[in-house]
């Protein structure tokens, strides 16, 4: 029993030292959080196709200030038909002739400058793409990460079982202690349903990094590249920002989704100018020059100029132009009540990620300080006892499985916070990008 006792502890001694040097080898090339991001942002055809509608915008605000192309016209006029003769009447001339409508009051102005503020949208809605583009490659990064050191715990703890097999199956076969068939059959149990286990979690690392490759067009990213820093295989515990009412009211309102819809408003106020023009006339200049030949006798006839003015009032229309102004107010006033309820909800996201987060902070203190060290002495006093004969495999795999389980349930708790800070740090885009 002594040697049987050594040899387990030798072969745990190996483990932990191939886990080791396992966690040593931290290869240069791999793939880290920031380099995901900045990738992902950059081969983002959505920005690419955003810049292009910007410039789009821009080119028809220069189109808006031009004034409408005028009318020319060229005619034969007042040709008598009974002799077709073109000097016989004094009234038959060649006129040629010239329009030009100007539109109503500042209208021209206003619509260019409606476009441009339009165009200012673009960018806003840039860097809320970039900031949720960052946000999703961080998901879908830690998610990935999840799963590769929950492989690698689950690898571990099978390893355990093997070599606890191992030694269930030796000293049954040798007959030493009190081992039963039961325990040797409970081991081969543990050893498959920790496969199905490492299936389902390399399943999940699979659609992961598959999700992740969509986002980084020309790369396939592989697990092995996934990791935090170079040689750091855990994602650093970041710090939320724990910020008063006044002030985060303050930095949310620099959100880029709320900066939008100031933006959106500005161009609902110019909507209402441009509605406020059609109470303007419009008027209309026309030219014309009638060219005349001489009469029968041969005597020169004058040339004929001819100058109007035309102008268009509304006045019997002013019931649409009252409409079509109340109806542009009310757009501005519920983007205002959108504005409001835009701020509100992220107000109480932030928050509800505040007491995640704190919740979190709790349950990984209570994970590393009480559950997981006294987890991991009852694996080894079931370990120790069954080794010695006193003790049941029952217990030994009981103490074995929960220890896994809250490694594992640390691993998410840790990955779980780091999504949520992610979250955070989107509803602070704004101020972020202010600050550098």
């Not at 005349?292 to 229309?317: E, H, K, W, Y």
């Not at 499985?401 to 999504?419: D, F, M, R, T, V």
Request: charged share 25%; hydrophobic share 40%; aromatic share 6%.
């Amino acid at each position: 029993m002594f040697v049987l006792r050594n040899f387990f502890i030798v072969c745990i001694a190996l483990l932990l030292l191939s886990v080791t040097t396992n966690r040593t080898l931290a290869a240069a090339g791999r793939l880290t959080l920031d380099e995901a991001v900045q990738q992902a942002i950059a081969n983002d055809p959505w920005l690419i196709a955003n810049q292009q509608n910007e410039a789009a915008i821009l080119a028809r605000s220069v189109a808006a200030e031009v004034l409408p192309d005028p009318r020319f016209n060229v005619g034969l006029m007042n040709f008598p038909t009974d002799t077709f003769n073109y000097a016989q009447e004094p009234m038959t001339q060649i006129s040629v002739g010239v329009s030009q409508m100007l539109p109503r009051g500042d209208t021209l102005a206003l619509n260019s400058q409606r476009l441009r503020l339009q165009s200012h949208q673009m960018p806003l809605l840039r860097e809320d793409r970039k900031a949720r583009v960052g946000l999703v490659v961080t998901q879908l990064w830690l998610d990935a990460l999840k799963a590769s050191h929950s492989i690698r715990l689950i690898e571990e703890n099978r390893i355990l079982f093997e070599q606890l097999t191992d030694i269930v199956s030796s000293s049954y076969s040798s007959a030493l202690g009190q081992t039963r068939q039961l325990d040797l059959v409970r081991a081969q149990v543990e050893l498959d349903q920790l496969d199905e286990r490492l299936t389902e979690v390399q399943q999940q690392q699979t659609r992961a990094v598959q999700q992740l490759g969509e986002w980084l067009a020309g790369t396939s990213p592989d697990v092995s590249m996934l990791t935090s820093t170079p040689g750091q295989s855990m994602p650093e515990w970041p710090t939320p920002i724990v910020l008063p009412q006044d002030d985060l009211t303050q930095r949310l309102l620099q959100h880029p989704s709320l900066r939008l819809i100031d933006q959106m408003t500005k161009v609902a106020q110019s909507e209402i100018h441009i509605a406020e023009q059609q109470y303007e006339p419009e008027w209309g200049l026309n030219v014309s020059y009638g060219f005349r030949g001489d009469d029968a006798r041969g005597t020169d006839r004058p040339d004929l100029l001819s100058v109007g003015v035309s102008v268009d009032m509304p006045i019997f229309s002013s019931k649409r132009q009252d409409s079509q102004v109340q109806a542009e107010t009310y757009e501005k006033e519920s983007l205002r009540t959108e504005r409001l309820l835009k701020l509100r909800n992220l107000l109480a996201n932030y928050r509800t990620l505040e007491a995640e987060l704190q919740r979190l902070d709790q349950r990984r203190e209570l994970y590393r300080n009480k559950l997981l060290p006294g987890l991991q002495q009852s694996a080894e006093a079931a370990i120790n006892a069954y080794t010695v004969d006193v003790g049941d495999f029952s217990d030994v795999v009981k103490a074995r499985i929960g220890e896994l389980n809250a490694k594992l349930s640390l691993l998410s708790i840790e990955l779980e916070h780091s999504k949520k800070v992610a979250e955070m740090q989107y509803l602070l885009v704004g101020h972020q990008r202010g600050t550098k």
